[in-house]
Nanobody, 128 residues
């Protein structure tokens, strides 16, 4: 299983970007998986990685870090195994590497296990 991100780049303050993350591949032979919660995290230089937004499977409410509420919107297309992050009114404080995260429930004969996967990260740079 791989998480492939796209959509990062350089944007001026006040601009917008849309990030995408697609879950692809397969788990071990004889197993199947279901994508549970997905989320976006970011890490700025010299800072710890922080959760930006998460979205559960099945249409539940998304959660956001306070600093992005009203500016960012997380969504997912379960049919495409893809998650999005629409980022508007970007500011310099949003500059970071953004990482996609997905929790998978992997099932085999007689068991279900939870696995967490991360994308490789995509750089978002906001110039002031």
């Amino acid at each position: 299983v791989q998480l492939v991100e796209s959509g990062g780049g350089l944007v001026q303050a006040g601009g917008s970007l849309r990030l995408s993350c697609t879950v692809s591949g397969s788990t071990a032979p004889g197993t199947t998986f279901r994508i549970n919660t997905m989320g976006w995290y970011r890490q700025a230089p010299g800072k710890q990685r922080e959760m930006v937004a998460t979205v559960p499977s099945g249409g539940g409410s998304a959660t956001y870090i306070d600093s992005v509420k009203g500016r960012f919107t997380i969504s997912r297309d379960n049919a495409k195994n893809t998650m999005y992050l629409q980022m508007n009114s970007l500011g310099a404080e949003d500059t970071a590497v953004y990482y996609c995260n997905a929790e998978l429930l992997v099932g085999g004969e007689g068991y279900v296990a939870k696995h967490v996967y991360w994308g490789q990260g995509t750089q978002v740079t906001v110039s002031s």
